[in-house]
């Protein structure tokens, strides 16, 4: 999946922008990115989706907790956009 590095470094500097104000709330959605990155290596679609939810849902959590309304919409925009791309 070509659009990991790119997202990886996006949501890494949202956290350095403060946008994600947590290392560890930024460290878990990497984390999942990349199992759902090895998921779709795999060619398992259904997992690969799954993880996504759960990212969507885990960023959905953490709006005005840990992340800004401006970055969770960003971090949901990427997911519906890969979600609708498999």
Same mark, same amino acid.
């Given at each position: 999946?070509?659009?990991?590095?790119?997202?990886?470094?996006?949501?890494? @500097?949202?956290?350095? /922008? $403060?946008?994600?104000?947590?290392?560890?709330?930024?460290?878990?959605?990497?984390?999942?990115?990349? =199992? *759902?990155? @090895?998921?779709?290596? /795999? $060619?398992?679609?259904?997992?690969?989706?799954?993880?996504?939810?759960?990212?969507?849902?885990?960023? =959905? *959590?953490?709006?005005?907790?840990?992340?800004?309304?401006?970055?969770?919409?960003?971090?949901?925009?990427?997911?519906?956009?890969?979600?609708?791309?498999?």
């Amino acid at each position: 999946m070509q659009w990991l590095p790119g997202k990886r470094q996006a949501w890494l @500097r949202l956290r350095r /922008r $403060g946008e994600i104000t947590s290392d560890g709330v930024a460290d878990g959605m990497v984390k999942i990115i990349e =199992g *759902a990155t @090895r998921s779709y290596d /795999r $060619g398992h679609l259904n997992g690969t989706s799954k993880q996504l939810q759960a990212l969507s849902t885990e960023a =959905g *959590a953490q709006e005005g907790t840990h992340i800004t309304a401006r970055a969770e919409r960003i971090v949901q925009d990427d997911i519906a956009y890969v979600l609708a791309h498999l």
